[in-house]
């Protein structure tokens, strides 16, 4: 997979509501992320696992 933009590593906090997720970035902020996937992710939502974020490029999206 490849992506126009630099992805932004971070450790999974909590996934919720089958698309988002608290991710905790190095300098200690935390966001909430959206991921477009649309089934079931309940066996990768581990906490503390390693995520890559990518920033918003549709500026109509409610998250960054």
């Known amino acids: 997979m490849t992506f126009d933009t630099a992805l932004t ?3 999974l906090i909590n ?4 698309i988002l997720a608290d991710v905790g ?3 200690g902020e935390i966001v909430t ?12 939502k581990e906490s503390g696992s390693t995520v890559y974020l990518s ?3 549709n500026p109509k999206t409610k998250l960054d």
């Open 9 to 11: 590593e971070g450790r």
């Open 15 to 18: 996934g919720y509501k089958r």
């Open 25 to 27: 970035l190095d300098n």
């Open 33 to 44: 992320a959206d991921c477009a996937n649309s089934v079931s992710m309940m066996g990768l």
């Open 55 to 57: 920033p918003k490029t």
